[in-house]
């Protein structure tokens, strides 16, 4: 990047164009309310900004279309395996690598081995496929974020060593079955993890014979915060970063739909042929032959490509530049934005943002309504909905917090897509007041969130479109 001139452009043009379908309000209200009021039973058509997630949904460079014809579709032993078990053993260092189709079919094969009634896990917080992927083996999944830290503060991602020592002397370190270090820290703000608490970490489990595993979805943009906000890091690579922290680890699980820059797939890597051995067998059970797992050769093909792409410091600048641009501006209209911006996504405090709806009333989904009746923009919650559970009374036990997640799909939207979100914005806050709660009326027992059903509390909340001029 010219660092002659502030404005920094999204570094890539584009060659193919997907069009938006431009809905009114009146479209809005009947495609959410044919949707329960739950965006994820919408249909892309009917979105116009898809901040879901940023998981599959990257743009693919024209690197990966042009790999993915070099796919090897052969069972056994294709050379697009080769390539991408070179690039993978190339990050992690580690010799032992089982493909699978996405991050959950690892966690499965991984937790489903290592985890039963009694034993426990740990992290700075469990995403919510790894805890229902623990719990449903009868296991405990416990996170241990860290807590009171100032607002600047850039490694909010960081698991709590102190309360981690105190677990693993009360429950005994023989019952941990591992310590999960997610980086970034997803489900708490986006936020990344420091080097230094990833030592820390590596070297509790060492002293006690536990495992560590890294949850490494987001592990180059976990590397950007590094090099820019931990002091010694400002003359390595992101790459390099990457592979330091991988080598404190003892297993990598990564859902390569993130930082592999691909719409699908995933891999778990081991140091442990043992582990490994074992693991094997229940991928050849679930997903396919260890030369491919749950992947066509044109999709590994496109990943060994994407884990390279995703290290390049125009692309990673760009990247958390535009998270920070639109988190920024919000924060600074009043909106409770979690501080710092986290890399993949903004997060949202949707109980400060609408105090008058309480916990149970699910402010997060009211939220997450009036973004797309507004502005047709998709986002998701992550709070009481996604995590809350019930007592033996029915009543719900919130989540510690009710955020709702806009997630940046990689290299898809541009600047004026973030000023339209900005703009919508500035209408939902003169409209608050306007808003009430959901209930839910119909709910699975794990991940509740992808299909339940609900119904505004009041009718009250009208629909409006914002306002034609900026609120900038
Ligand atoms: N771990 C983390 C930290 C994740 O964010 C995800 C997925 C997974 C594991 C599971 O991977 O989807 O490939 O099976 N996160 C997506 C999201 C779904 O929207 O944050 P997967």
Redesign the pocket.
Known sequence: MDMKFKTIIEPFRIKMVEPIFISSEEQRLNFLSKAHYNPFLLSSEEVMIDF?????TSAMSKEQWAAMMLGDESYAGASSWFKLEKSIYHLTGMPYILPT???????RILYGYLGKKGTTFISNTH????RANIEFTGAEAIDLPVSSISQEDHFKGNLDITKLKEEISRRGAENIAAVIL??????GGGQPVSMKNAKDVSAVCHEHGILMVL?A??IAENAYFIKHYEAGYSDNSYEDIAREMSALADAF??????DGMVN???FLALRDVELSDACKNLLIITEGFTTYGGLSGRDMEALAVGLKEVFSPDYLHYRIVSTTYLGSHLNDMGVPVVMPVGG??VYIDAAAFYPHIPVDEYPGQALVCELYKAGGIRS?EVGSVMFGKYDASGKLIPAPKELV?L?FPPRVYTQSHLDYVIEVFGFLIADKKNVSGYRITKETEFLRHFTAHFEPISNKDKVKQPEAESCL
Do not use: I, P, W, Y
């Open positions: 879901l997630t940023d998981s599959g189709h996405q991050g959950r079919a690892a966690e995403f919510d496929t790894t997610t980086v970034t820290n997803n489900s949850d979805c987001r699980v990564m859902s390569a739909k993130k699908m797939g995933g993949h996504a998701v997640r997630a």
